[in-house]
């Protein structure tokens, strides 16, 4: 794992969302697009050293709508950025780790995804994100 990527949350509405991380906590909005293959719409924010995903759902059948449903909003995932992610998978998977797919999906800025299930994480959805190639968003 390179480094933190961002840090992903969970929210019921973005505009509301958005309106307190830019306007009470002050950070930068980076950037807003929706993620099909996730079902989600999510905005990027500059938290110094760190990103934050917004996460919300754009249907009531993706995973992060059934998350909120069953938990309610909040942090949802923490994504490690990695090169090589289909290299990575395997190298998990060969020491036990059980993935939520098989192959790399499309994420947000152009990066390939795969998340890490929580029972092989000690109860934390990670997420690999690779972004070679892709630029930094």
């Keep these: 794992m390179k480094k933190v990527d961002h840090i992903g949350i969970a929210v019921r509405s973005m505009d509301e969302a958005l309106d307190y991380y830019i306007h009470t906590l002050g950070l930068e909005l980076l ?63 060969e020491k036990g780790v059980q993935l939520l797919s098989e192959e790399p999906k499309p994420g947000a800025g152009g990066a390939e995804v795969a998340f890490m299930h929580p029972k092989s994480s000690l109860g934390v959805l990670y997420e690999l994100c690779d972004k070679s190639g892709k630029g930094d968003k």
């Design 31 to 93: 950037g807003i697009e929706e993620v099909p293959s996730q079902k989600v719409k999510v905005a990027f924010l500059d938290a110094g050293n760190i990103k934050i995903e917004l996460l919300e759902p754009t249907g009531e059948d993706g995973a992060v709508a059934k998350y909120i449903s069953k938990r309610g909003e909040g942090i949802h995932h923490v994504a490690f950025g990695v090169s090589d992610i289909r290299s990575r998978m395997a190298e998990l998977k």
